[in-house]
């Protein structure tokens, strides 16, 4: 017959102990397992709202910043991120003259806070993909339709202006649009070279222009200048006639007289200036 050994007191206390620990281990890995999910309070970080779901399904009830409670298991709280973000991205678009345009563009936007749980419900958390993506593709294009290529250089606010309208009428339902840029506009080779060639045209245009306007101003200047030579002309000879001939002819020559009497005499000859009749 087996007789079965029995445990000394001290080993009996040490089972005892190994047990209680055992038991406090078990206690703590099941915490760390089942504590997330029957957790009953959620902190919702600054800058994000949270989307209360009941079984899944979205509620009406969007959670502010802060501690929140809910109940375990039967609600869960999606974090959404409500701060303005930033997109930079490249889009081909066409002129209304159909010039190939190639656009550069940042887009500055945010979630609207009171619509992140439609926002989570009917378009889910790839909404940049799914929304602002296409939506800047498509503004994009329309915009940029609705101006010719030199337009586009030459009214860049009006072009930026179109559209971001179009952004906004594209976005506005669940997002702000908070700026948006154009941050470069490239055309084709073909077209810039055409435009280099024009403007080269122009400026040579331009400066035959401003030639055949000096010239013109030049004859308009000798024009005048022999205009107030003949009426000058013309006031001497009403003067001469009017006050006799043969006196202006005397000044004339008095103005030339060096002041020495001639050397010889021409026989029957008058002294210069003496008027013998006199």
């Known amino acids: 017959m087996i007789k079965l050994s029995r445990l000394t007191p001290s080993q009996e206390q040490v089972a005892k102990v190994m047990k209680k620990w055992t ?19 959620v902190i919702i970080p600054a800058g994000e709202r949270g989307v209360m779901l009941n079984w899944g399904a979205v509620s009406g009830t969007i959670l502010d910043e802060g501690l929140h409670f809910r109940i375990p298991v039967y609600q869960q709280v999606v974090k959404i991120d409500v701060k303005t973000l930033k997109i930079e991205t490249k889009t081909l678009a066409y ?41 800047i593709q498509e503004s994009v294009k329309a915009g940029v339709a609705r101006f010719t290529a030199q337009e586009l250089i030459e009214e860049r606010p009006k072009v930026k202006d179109s559209i971001k309208e179009e952004l906004l009428n594209r976005l ?45 101003l030049e004859a308009e200047q000798r024009v005048a200048q022999a205009e107030a030579e003949a009426k000058a002309i013309q006031i001497q000879a009403e003067a001469i006639t009017q006050q006799g001939g043969r006196e202006y002819v005397n000044l004339k020559a008095v103005e030339k007289w060096d002041g020495k009497l001639p050397a010889q005499m021409i026989p029957d000859a008058t002294l210069p200036f003496i008027n013998l009749n006199k």
């Open 23 to 41: 038991t406090v281990i078990i206690i703590v890995v099941a915490a760390i397992f089942i504590f997330p999910i029957v957790n009953p309070f």
């Open 95 to 135: 002129s209304r003259d159909i010039q190939t345009v190639n656009a550069s563009l940042a887009l500055n936007y945010n979630v609207k806070a009171q619509s992140v749980n439609r926002l989570w419900q009917e378009v889910g958390k790839d909404f940049q993909s799914r929304l602002i993506d296409p939506a």
């Open 172 to 216: 506005s339902d669940y997002f702000n649009v908070v700026e948006f840029s154009i941050t470069d506009f490239s055309f084709s080779d073909e077209y810039e070279k055409a435009v280099e060639s024009k403007q080269v045209s122009q400026q040579q245009a331009l400066k035959a222009k401003n030639d055949l306007d000096r010239v013109k």
